[in-house]
């Protein structure tokens, strides 16, 4: 979105707006009913009122304390609103993640192991899988729009097959089935396998979007300075192609390292493999499940913000 | 330099083009000789851009025969990228590399076509740059720049591949009047200067009359006549080159007796060079300029119109007539010098003359 250059105050700073947010929050919390809860209590406690006083006592207090944090957030710079927003959301995850009680020493104790062992492979698994996804994707792309019957037909049915099966059912496919074939392949080749020819197969879309996102002008004036097809391909097209396709993509990374979890079923040893393994001896099930689920969030966040760069490289040009 | 001595460097032969079932070129034939400074001028939809992207086959030709720079071009030929790298081009739409900067846009061709060293390709990069005067525009990239100046980035990378041959495209359309006469001068000493063969195209005539050593009228895909500019404005072969190249009054009339032409009421005399007048229905032509003021000339069509109203155009003024007779008003155009003193006022009686020897005869459009 290009905004305007005109500026006008935010909304929720206007009286209107904020009663009527008010108005809407008191009506969602006494919905909620928060009488319940120890403020809920202390309130119908100190106050003498009944239970359906402090159901609307603690709507009010808290519908308050959210407007009022809505327009005093709102007083200051984006760049700190929007960190102050994602710090309060992420106080209100953590409390919710306390009400399970965790064993903090537990964690403690197996999370060198979940990282050293299952960080690493599912960081490698990814790593490998989205840089063979990528050089499929390349190739599929470029198959699919060269006119050629053959890497057109190829193609076009690689990407139906694996996008139209499940994943899970790939990773089977490739490590039970393989082997009747009498290929013996390991289970991180398996996984790793299975995960680029699924996520090239998405991949390879993308691609062909952004290739034919490219204007014919920018092939006709490569070809007139006399650039032939590789060097077009590499210098011009898909340089262009790249800013269009890095949003997607990064999509695609991001799924994927979730989805290398799916080749915990063939016995790979990555992060939800340990997380369902580690607590089961001693039924201590959620410390690890949320742990590795924390592991993963920070993971899709360094993705994040390497996109972001990278988008923002791209930007700068125009 | 520009005579028609030696082989052609572009010789077309015959060319017809397809779109679909449209045919946008029919039957074109045309040669362009080492050195030689060739304008494709015609009105819009008329095949211009189609005809000079035959020539490196950025679009395929269904007959005829194209041969560039020595080599004939068709569908199956090996290492087109070759000839491409021979011939610069500059578009239309000027296609600039977006994500290069402007010295990479120049180098783009001889640093990953040619093969030619970075440094190298750097330095030759500089220099047209120079040469078109945008040496600080170097390293921004094309949407940091103005229209002119994406224009001069656009013909600076033609050049840069040291071509032999160079195929413009409307390379000025995209420019103000003032900027635009001085990059037509600055084009003619780019040629000039590095000798290189040009066809361009135009759909303006001032510009077509004024870059060219040979023009190429084209319209509705078939080429209309070819000559150097004086001889198309002079001796037009068609009305419509009459029409498109300068400014011509156009009067329909019937020509009942060899070298005379009936206009409704008047009679006008053509001289032999008119071209063809013998029977049938016609049309005659003459040029707002040759129309003579002191009506004493002998061998003239003497003309007794009524002023109408006059245009002050700067240099010149144009004075519309109506003549008896004729019921139809035509334009005479004068040195603003001159015009101050014989200028009619408005309803006014004057006598003109139209001399034969400028009168052009043409057989009637069909309308
Ligand atoms: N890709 C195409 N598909 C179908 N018809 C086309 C195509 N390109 C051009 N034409 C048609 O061919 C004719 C000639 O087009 P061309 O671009 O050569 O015109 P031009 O003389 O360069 O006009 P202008 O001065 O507007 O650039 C036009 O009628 C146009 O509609
Ligand atoms: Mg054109």
Redesign the pocket.
């Known amino acids: 979105m290009h905004a305007d250059t005109v500026v006008s105050d935010p909304l929720i700073q206007k009286p209107r707006i904020a009663a009527a947010v008010l108005t809407a929050a008191f009506a969602a919390f006494f919905f909620l009913n928060f009488a319940d809860t120890s403020f809920g209590r202390m309130l119908a406690e100190t106050t003498g009122g009944g239970d359906s006083f402090a159901r609307a006592g603690a709507a009010l207090a808290l519908a308050l304390l959210f407007v009022g944090n809505l327009v005093l957030i709102s007083f200051f710079p984006v760049r700190i609103q929007i960190i102050a927003v994602w710090l309060e959301l992420a106080a209100l995850f953590a409390a919710f993640f306390l009400v399970f009680d965790l064993n903090a020493m537990f964690i403690q104790s197996k999370l060198w192991f979940l990282i050293s062992r299952g960080l690493t492979t599912t960081l490698y698994v990814s790593a490998a899988a989205i840089s063979i996804a990528f050089v499929i994707a390349v190739a599929g792309a470029i198959a699919k729009l060269s006119g050629n019957g053959f890497a057109v037909a190829i193609a076009s049915f690689y990407t139906s097959f694996f996008r139209g099966l499940p994943l899970l059912m790939q990773v089977y496919l490739i490590y039970l089935g393989l082997p009747q074939l009498g290929f013996v392949v390991g289970a991180v080749p398996a996984g790793i396998a299975a995960l680029s020819l699924c996520y090239g197969a998405y991949m390879t879309e993308i691609f062909r979007a952004g290739i034919e996102s490219i204007p014919k002008g920018q092939w006709e004036a490569s070809r007139a300075v006399g650039l032939r097809f590789g060097a077009i391909m590499r210098r011009i097209i898909l340089p262009q192609a790249a800013p269009v396709v890095i949003p997607p993509t990064g999509n695609q990374f991001i799924a994927m390292l979730k989805d290398s979890s799916l080749v915990s079923v063939i016995g790979v040893w990555e992060l939800m493999f340990l997380s369902r393994t580690l607590g089961t001896k001693t039924f201590q099930h959620m410390e690890m499940l949320i742990t590795v689920a924390v592991i993963y969030w920070i993971l899709t966040m360094a993705l994040e913000v390497v996109q972001a760069r990278i988008e923002g490289h791209y930007r700068a040009r125009r | 330099m520009t005579g028609n001595d030696g082989a052609p460097i572009i010789s077309v032969r015959g060319l017809n083009k397809f779109?679909?079932e449209?045919q946008?070129l029919k039957n074109i034939s045309l040669d362009v000789f080492p050195g030689g400074r060739v304008v494709v001028c015609?009105?819009?939809?008329?095949?211009?851009?189609?005809?000079i992207r035959c020539i490196n086959r950025l679009e395929a030709h269904q007959g005829g025969e194209i041969t560039a720079a020595g080599r004939r071009v068709h569908a199956q030929m090996k290492n087109i990228h070759l000839l491409r790298a021979d011939i610069g081009m500059v578009f239309?739409n000027f296609n600039l590399f977006p994500h290069l900067t402007v010295t990479q846009n120049l180098t783009a061709g001889p640093v990953w076509a040619l093969g030619t060293p970075e440094a190298e390709a750097q330095k030759t990069a500089r220099l047209y740059l120079e040469r078109v005067k945008i040496p600080e525009q170097a390293e921004k990239y094309p949407a940091q720049l103005s229209g002119g100046q994406q224009q001069r980035v656009a013909l600076a990378r033609a050049l840069a591949i040291s071509p032999a041959l160079l195929l413009l495209?409307?390379p000025l359309s995209a420019i103000d009047a003032k900027v635009r006469q001085r990059l037509r001068r600055e084009i003619k000493q780019l040629q000039r200067d590095f000798g290189v063969t040009t066809v361009m195209?135009t759909?303006d005539q001032e510009e077509a009359l004024t870059m060219a050593d040979r023009i190429a009228v084209?319209n509705c895909?078939r080429i209309e006549q070819i000559g150097a500019p004086r001889e198309i404005y002079d001796r037009p072969a068609s009305a419509f080159v009459a029409d498109f190249l300068g400014t011509m009054n156009f009067f329909d009339g019937v020509c009942a007796v060899p070298g005379t032409v009936r206009v409704g009421d008047c009679d006008f005399r053509c001289s032999d060079e008119s071209g063809v007048c013998d029977g049938g229905e016609v049309t005659i032509a003459f040029r707002p300029e040759h129309i003579e003021w002191n009506s004493g000339g002998g061998g003239g069509n003497r003309l007794c119109c009524v002023a109408e109203g006059a245009e002050f155009l700067g240099a010149v003024t144009r004075i519309v007539l109506r003549a008896d007779g004729v019921g139809k008003t035509f334009i005479a155009e004068l040195p603003s010098a001159l015009a101050a003193e014989l200028m009619p006022a408005e309803g006014e009686r004057v006598t003109v003359t139209a001399p034969a020897a400028e009168l052009r005869v043409f057989p009637r459009l069909a309308q």
């Open positions: 779109y679909g449209f946008a015609g009105p819009s939809g008329s095949g211009k851009s189609t005809l239309q495209d409307e195209v759909h084209i895909g």
